[in-house]
């Protein structure tokens, strides 16, 4: 008999990755489109579902032909999306990706019946921020827009709707209702009473919050002719994708980490109890009785992105690039960077923090110039680090990292000179589609559980980084520095803000 | 008969420029020959001035060919450079300019008398570092080089030298005197016996001081036999080259000013008494009863320069480089520059600050992080005009500018802008060549003297820059921020000094 296969959709905000594995986790077939998002007003940004889904049939009736045998399919998703669908569970209006920013006043409204950020911090565990207090924009809806709110019958987020669609089930997961503000970590499938009715949301348009691995429904004769899938195919509800890939890469032990590294760079810990620190993003795991802790910096990669095209743009590419950054040293000379090219998350929260070169001398290269920002974004790792280490009692020996910039050699030996620890890195790029189609697979019986020790995560890795004690050294006396930079510089950050 | 001939010798550290002129000013011809300074050690700065001597007669006898009727010469000199010479007036050892540092501990030393830096700057005139204090390498040759002191017979400065050399007379001025660390600036005619004492410096081996259009002596048979002049020519010591520029412009009343922007950038003003600020150097000025205070920035056209060679060499040209900027806009969208590439002197004298770049993000493009640097070096310049202003009680409604960097139209525009003045400026290239030609002519009797309205002051400018105040408003509000960046960034600069 053929083995089973299993498919993962990683839904993002601009692009869909559609994926499907055999049971041993290897990639059989991979299809990906991109999505267009629209900024309707400055800082509002929505995703037009119908098109969403559109471009999800199509992407999945593509690749699943001539293939039979799907056991499970499951979804990672960009998170929180919050989307408002009717009773039949189509959009009411577009939904709306944890970048739009409309609902700032709402939360700063909300925060106020608490005795700050810091109560709202420890009474549910994240920032209060509009991009993990979902039920800001809610509010906003609720006052802003009546008509679409009357059709709303269920709010939920895009993994919500997709299930919707291809089951006719609706509900929500606890990885992504962690950063809804309606959610205490600490009780994460349970909708908080008193949050709920301090946003004012009605508890009859909340659904269920199911784990990510829960078979919520099978792919309906209707979504069978629209995607090309089998009919009765068991669904998956999924998770918020960095959740996924954290599944993917079985981080379920206190201390378990991975960095994803792309346009944004996220460390994330896994934790045994909901103990957090206000400098991460906090949410429920996969597994039950553990969370996930997300130090996210802001603009790692898109910062060597932007020294190709805005900065340096006659060294064209980033090979280039970093065989010019080679040509410094560790310490770029004693030119430091500061990574906050659009503010920045972790550690220091503040979308008013700006970039810095500090330490430009007459001597100083371009060489200088382009090493420094890589050093720059490892110091930032390095801050998250150490604010892990310190709260949960922990000694880092070695980082799986996946993503796009993880096949930087040059930014990978600097990150493990500068954390003074090993990088682990592979060439596969689809971990959070791995992960959802793992869930899949749970959720279609051919794994038999989340303690299924046949559950292939991805443990392999090709390549490895290891520490050099004397650049390590150079670079501890620099973090100190780095360290000091943004509180001395914030002020005159925050003045720049008015161009 | 034909109009008599003055000679400027304008002797620097790396060139020795000869200038001819009628005594209308008007330049007749001209020569130039690069000098080489060795630097046998880091911080070590010295002059070979037999070398220096015979450069000097090649380019007198080249441009003096076939001219007759001169009536003058005088010299405009790098200042100080200290100069140890024998009986005969020869030198014991190369001559040290003022970039030497070696002497920086000897100088602490006899700061350590007086109750302090501003203890010793109130009674001085002058800051106790080893460019305005020449007495610490006097002090350190007598430590350190036992045979060169005992021969040495007189110590003097450069224009002691070459004076020597054409006339067979030494003389010290004092311009030069004012950072000898041995002359209260208040009485600058006068080595102080205290000053004196305290460096350990025997008065036998201290020289007249002279007033800078002193003819000192007459060129002697020997003399012109190596230079081609004419026996019997008139000789003025000749001053400093800045005091020999404000001399050239006649800046002769109390708030007369000019800006010299080549490598470095000097805004000088002139005093009539001596009420110095200490983020000033300052000296006795060529008029009698005035000084001059000079507001030196280390590097603005140096910054330039390294744009093109070190930072953008795609760009290549300057005029490229400006082209670029201008496709910026006034506050370089919010990118402030700190232009202290090799530490600063006016105002905060830090050797050891660092350049920086603050307000990057991610729109943030080249043009920006040039313009940036066009616009620090105004702010930097707008800060000394800011002390200048208080501490004499001026307005500057405009500002001559002379030297190399008084070609870049986009420089003066922005500095016009940024400070809120009139720039006018010139194409004549050789200001102190002609100051030290006038004075020349004082000497040699062709100007009745330092009074006489015939001296030919230059006054006339082909270009003017005025402010644009809807430009000046954006720049008031980046310059609150400029000035506080340094104070804010200060302690990482000098932590980052071991690199």
Redesign the interface.
């Known amino acids: 008999m053929k083995k089973p296969l299993l498919i993962g959709i990683d839904a993002g905000t601009s692009s869909v990755k559609i994926c499907i594995f055999n049971i041993n986790g290897e990639l059989v077939r991979q299809g990906e489109v991109k999505i267009a998002f629209s900024s309707p007003r400055p800082g509002w940004i929505e995703l037009d579902l119908k098109q969403y889904w559109d471009a999800t049939c199509r992407v999945l009736r593509e690749i699943t032909t001539d293939l039979t045998g799907f056991a499970g399919l499951g979804f990672s998703v960009t998170s929180p999306t919050t989307v408002f669908l009717d009773d039949e569970g189509l959009p009411v209006r577009p939904a709306i990706p944890y970048l739009d920013i409309r609902s700032k006043e709402d939360v700063e409204e909300l925060v106020k019946y608490w005795g700050g950020e810091e109560d709202f911090q420890s009474h549910v565990g994240n920032k209060p921020i509009p991009s993990t207090y979902s039920a800001g924009i809610v509010r906003w809806i609720m006052r802003e827009e009546n008509n679409s709110w009357n059709r709303t019958k269920k709010v939920g987020f895009l993994n919500t709707f997709l299930c919707g669609q291809l089951t006719g089930e609706w509900a929500v997961d606890p990885t992504v209702a962690s950063f809804s503000g309606l959610v205490r970590l600490a009780e994460p499938f349970k909708w908080s009473d008193e949050l709920r009715e301090l946003s004012g949301i009605p508890s009859s348009k909340l659904l269920t919050i199911l784990t990510p691995y829960t078979k919520i429904g099978e792919v309906t004769p209707q979504a069978a002719k629209e995607t090309g899938l089998p009919t009765g195919l068991p669904v998956a509800l999924g998770c918020a994708d960095t959740a996924a890939a954290s599944f993917a890469l079985g981080l379920s032990q206190k201390g378990d980490c991975f960095e994803s590294a792309g346009t944004s760079d996220v460390l994330t810990f896994c934790l045994d109890r909901p103990d957090f620190n206000s400098m991460f993003l906090n949410r429920s795991h996969v597994y039950p009785g553990r969370w996930l802790a997300h130090g996210a910096m802001s ?1 790692p990669g ?1 910062a060597i992105e ?1 020294l190709i095209t ?5 060294l064209g590419t980033v090979s280039e690039l970093e065989k010019e950054a080679e040509r410094s040293e560790p ?1 770029a ?4 960077f500061l990574p906050y ?2 503010g920045e998350r972790s550690p220091i929260f503040d979308p008013n923090a ?13 060489a200088d ?1 382009i090493r420094a920002v890589y050093e720059g974004i490892a110091f930032g790792l390095r801050q998250i680090l150490k604010y892990a280490e310190a709260q949960w009692d922990l000694k880092i020996k070695s980082l799986p990292c996946v993503g796009g910039a993880a096949k930087s050699q040059l930014g990978l030996k600097i990150k493990a000179d500068v954390l003074g620890l090993e990088y682990q890195t592979t060439d596969f790029q689809h971990v959070a589609a791995l992960g959802a189609a793992l869930l899949g697979g749970i959720a279609g019986g051919v794994y038999m559980g989340w303690e299924d020790p046949e559950i292939p995560y991805l443990k392999k890795f090709n390549s490895c980084f290891k520490p050099n004690f004397t650049n390590y050294k150079i670079y501890d ?1 620099l973090f ?2 780095y360290e ?2 943004y509180p ?2 914030k ?3 925050h ?5």
């Open positions: 603009t898109a932007w805005n900065v340096f743009p006659e310490g000379r004693g030119l430091i090219l659009a700006k970039g810095l070169w500090l330490g430009l001398r007459l001597d100083t290269r371009r110039i006396q100190t520095i000091r930079l001395s510089t002020e005159a950050m003045a720049l803000n008015v161009y």
